[in-house]
């Protein structure tokens, strides 16, 4: 239920390899910034953080440094406070307009029928193969950026890891993962981890500021900002007072679980019909934040005695149903109503089991 990259998202958001601002993330960056300083560069970061909080932003901005700045070992990099490089700078410039030639990027594609897969393909994984072996630009560094490694099947993850265990000399893989429990081991253990945490509203407010030029003290903005919880995509989203009034339609019954009210899902069907994409996709993100928080919770079974392992695969058993389901609805354009009754009815079981 997402477009390309994650940070993408939204009607004003600039994709972000045009993007040299980030918001937030300080000592993510510094710790980009130290490794890149070492003697040892690691060969792949994982970027692991909430969806629309900027993961692909700092990939961006980390492969723009690196290649804009190709020998770590300079005073120049020495005394670097960030890894900002200027919008006018030839790489930034190159990067923005995809026609930097030891810049890779590996993402979700169009199948034979045009519609956007809902895993990385294999085929496209192992273009590192051929691009890794490659020579180099003039800085001699490779730099590849996948988004998101949560997207690999096993045979792409697979082909992943051949990387990852030979990695090339100057070689540099940038990993962004939006839930690092759903990377396979072997590729987590072949990374340094970066995480990256939820934006404050004030930081969310800033980056929603500067994607539409409003300023931050916008009473839209606030209020989107303040329903975002962190993530600037989200903000974005919510923009629309009606996607905020949607989104409060479907907290008001996430909440009431394990109890349903059929009318008020009747009118939150009524809410999402219609061919646009936009409510449907607040809606399901919604959903999938109210999973995500009981995923994580840790007192998921307080005094009950159910075993809490089984609550938990539970509840990640119904994330994949509702979000293929979502995929459906999308894709085959499918009446919205039954979709929402479908949600909850999950939800439901899932609350009581």
Partial sequence: MSTQPDEAEGAEARHPRESTLLFGHTLAEQALLSAYRSARVPHAFLLVGPRGVGKATLAY???RFVLAHPNPATTE??????????ADHPVARRIAAQAQGDFLVIERTPNEKGVLRQQIAVDDVRRTVSFFGSTAG?????????????????????ALLKVLEE???RALLLLICHSAARVPATLRSRCR?????????????????????AAPTDPQITA??????GSVTRALALLDEDALALRQQALDLLNALPSLNPN????????????????????VDTVNVWLSRRLHRADVTVGDGRDEIGRMSRFA???????????????YNLERKPFVFNVFGLLAEATRG
């Fill in 193 to 213: 981890i970066i995480t990256l945490r939820p934006l404050s509203e004030a930081e969310v407010a800033k980056a929603v500021a500067a994607a539409t030029g």
């Fill in 61 to 63: 901005r980390m492969a």
């Fill in 77 to 86: 990099i020495a005394a670097a406070v960030s890894l900002a490089v200027d």
């Fill in 224 to 229: 989107a900002a303040a329903a975002a919880e």
């Fill in 167 to 169: 990695p090339p000399q």
């Fill in 317 to 331: 058993e119904v994330w994949e149903r509702i979000n293929a389901a979502a995929s459906d609805a999308e894709i």
């Fill in 264 to 283: 008020a899902l009747h009118a939150l069907g009524d809410a999402l019909a219609g061919s646009d994409v936009a409510p449907l996709t607040a809606f």
């Fill in 138 to 158: 003039e800085g001699g560094w490779r730099i590849a950026i996948v988004d998101a490694v949560d997207e690999l099947n096993r045979s792409s993850a697979n």
